[in-house]
């Protein structure tokens, strides 16, 4: 039976993508890891690989094409001995029936008959993605689905050893049937009733219309753009936000970065204020392990590893790649590996698992000028610190002595549901101590 290829969903949160380019045609034979396509998410470019074997024998989704939702069918695979008329046979999602998410008729404008009933048109509906019994999506070929309902295999039991986890065919034919059905359904008493809907701003038609009589142009929202605008109203609207301030000297870390700059001038490495701040939070997170936490809905956890993730800026948004075991390394290793994150963040080159994740973010404006700021928590972070400009300006000095300093003002935003106010304190305050006094960071 020829098996269905699947849109795939290359990030935990992806729900859908455009099928940018294909990389092989009707008729090619493929194994599994061979790459098939460039998908493009939310945040990037990615080759999506083949999980089974076989002959493509039809392309349903042209490349190209945007908004095609996960586990849209986007081609036909056929097994050994199959061929086309076994794609006939195979039902309507298999037949070349399915649409491309965005065909030319919807993009042409009204005209004079669209006010005529459109006439029926049949909807192919991709497959329900089977799910585990905590409501969480389980991937899986179409082929592994198949073999585990003739076994009788709960997929949920399994660990996939294809790409991104997914399940495969071996992974299934390596399980024993006792396997199936041992996940309890989640109980719907478990789960806390849906919040009420926030109130939503004017709606677009309202919007156009107050502009009517106004020059504009309307700018298409990327993917990257819908998703900052879902994730950080989703951030404002369910975290409990509160702020805390301090100014930083940085007079003895900017001589000290010179001295350390002047001597790795021969590996080609200079570091950088911002990899000074990113390792003086690896460590304040590590002094105050409560706080190195994120919010997981029903609760909190707390991390051993530093994870902490950088704001990026790119054309048209921001990454936060996420610098893992940052306590554990060097300021030159730092350094190095932030260089390399961004040049490919500016690229959309960066894999999902290298912008997801992390408990704590930096967010630094310091280079526009920008005195202060408060930065917004990228759910489920506990904190994220807004770094502003180091400005010379007049201090009074522990003799009383008023002198001119080099002074940074720190804004730390932080999640009440994971941090307390003391807590968070605490936190900010080693930051400020080990920027203060940057020998520490080598200690």
């Not at 993605?129 to 999506?137: E, I, L, S």
């Not at 991937?139 to 709960?154: E, M, Q």
């Not at 109203?233 to 350390?260: G, N």
């Not at 959309?348 to 930065?375: C, V």
Request: with cysteine; hydrophobic share 40%; charged share 25%.
């Amino acid at each position: 039976m020829p098996i269905e290829i699947l849109m795939p969903a290359l990030s935990p949160t992806m729900e859908e993508g455009t099928l940018a380019k294909w990389l092989v045609k009707e008729g090619d034979t493929v194994s599994s890891g061979d790459l098939l396509a460039e998908i493009e998410t939310d945040k990037a470019t990615m080759e999506f690989e083949a999980v089974d074997e076989g002959t493509i024998g039809k392309i349903l989704i042209e490349e190209g094409s945007e908004g095609v939702k996960v586990n849209t069918a986007i081609a036909v695979l056929l097994e050994e001995g199959e061929s086309a008329d076994d794609i006939e046979a195979g039902g309507s999602s298999a037949s070349g029936e399915a649409a491309s998410p965005k065909s030319e008729a919807a993009e042409k404008p009204e005209t004079g008959d669209s006010n005529k009933p459109a006439p029926d048109t049949p909807q192919t509906k991709a497959p329900a993605a089977p799910t585990d019994g905590d409501g969480g999506r389980i991937f899986a070929s179409p082929l592994a689905r198949r073999i585990a309902a003739d076994k009788g295999v709960d997929l949920a039991g399994i660990s996939g050893s294809g790409p991104h986890g997914r399940i495969v065919k071996a992974d299934v034919e390596s399980a024993k049937p006792s396997a199936a059905s041992t996940k309890e359904t989640a109980k719907s008493t478990d789960k806390a009733p849906a919040p009420a809907a926030a109130a939503s701003g004017p709606s677009s038609d309202a919007v156009m219309a107050m502009y009517q009589d106004r020059d504009y142009e309307e700018v298409k929202l990327d993917g990257m753009r819908k998703t900052i605008a879902a994730r950080l109203t989703e951030a404002k609207q369910t975290v409990p936000h509160f702020y805390l301030r301090r100014d930083i000297k940085l007079d003895a870390l900017m001589k000290f970065r010179a001295e350390l700059n002047k001597q790795l001038e021969a590996r080609s490495v200079k570091l950088s204020v911002n990899d000074f701040i990113i390792k003086a939070c690896a460590l304040a997170l590590q002094a105050v392990p409560d706080a190195n936490a994120v919010w997981a809905g029903d609760k909190v956890l707390k991390l051993k590893p530093s994870d902490v993730a950088v704001a990026v800026a790119i054309e048209g948004g921001l990454f936060t790649p996420v610098l893992k075991d940052a306590e554990m390394k060097s300021l030159s290793a730092l350094s190095t590996e932030m260089k390399d994150l961004a040049a490919r963040a500016r690229d959309r080159k960066l894999a999902p698992q290298e912008y997801q994740g992390g408990t704590f973010a930096i967010s630094n404006l310091g280079m526009f000028g920008i005195d202060n700021f408060d930065a917004v928590i990228n759910p489920p972070h506990g904190a994220i610190l807004a770094v502003g400009a180091g400005k010379k300006q007049p201090v009074v000095g522990s003799d009383g002595e008023l002198a001119v300093a080099t002074v940074m003002s720190v804004t730390l935003s932080v999640d009440h549901r994971v941090i307390d106010g003391a807590m968070g304190a605490d936190l900010l305050n080693q930051i400020v101590e080990n920027l203060e006094n940057p020998m520490v960071m080598l200690a």
